[in-house]
Each structure stands twice: as C-alpha cells, then as structure tokens.
C-alpha cells in the first residue's frame, strides 16, 4: 500500500500526468510530451505550434478578420477547445510554486 502512494505521489501513472516540481525539467517534458500525445494529438499541435485562430476574410475589404463567437461551427468550437485542453493539463501537471509561474500564459505554447 505504501509502495502504490508513492508511485502515485510521483505521478508514475499512465492515467496522470507527471508533476513537475521545478526540478528535473528533461524528465518531465519527455513525460509530458508523451502522455499529451496519447491523450490528444490535436493537444500536442497546440503546444507545439500555437492555438487555432479562428478568422474569417472580409468581403469588403478582403481583409482577414477574427471569427465572432456565434458564427463558429461545432467543429471550430472544438478547435478553440483544445487549447484550454492543453492549458488544464499543462496546469495539472504542476506544483503551486511550478504554477505560479506560469499562470498569465494564455495559451498552451506560451
């Protein structure tokens, strides 16, 4: 029972994420990285590269301009999603010390 908190403690779980307590950072963006992918590759495109931007071109002046709120489809809905996805796990995936360093990031990649 002990030895099954402590891995636990230590995130060595395929059902969580390790957490990273500001130390050993290689291990845990390998980690991260890893179970990312296997939760949601559309996650690990966000990190990787940056939210989805949702914009359409206006006929007038042929400009792209964002999308508004209720003129996104379901699938774009989704989209836009996912980078709160990755933000939650990022999140979760770290101490209060690690989290308050990071808690103005509004995107996965920053």
């Given at each position: 029972m002990a030895l099954q908190k402590s891995i636990v403690a230590n995130g060595q779980s395929i059902n969580r994420s390790a957490l990273f307590n500001g130390?050993?950072?290689p291990y845990w963006s390998t980690r991260m990285s890893i179970y990312i992918r296997?939760?949601?590759y559309e996650m690990w495109d966000v990190i990787t590269y940056g939210p989805f931007i949702l914009s359409t071109i206006n006929?007038?002046?042929n400009e792209m301009i964002?999308?508004?709120r209720p003129e996104?489809?379901?699938v774009e809905t989704k989209k836009v999603q996912t980078n709160f996805k990755a933000i939650?796990?990022?999140h979760c995936a770290l101490t209060p010390t690690e989290f308050n360093k990071v808690l103005s990031c509004t995107t996965a990649k920053q």
């Open positions: 130390s050993n950072y296997a939760i949601d006929v007038m002046t964002p999308k508004l996104w489809t379901k939650n796990t990022l």
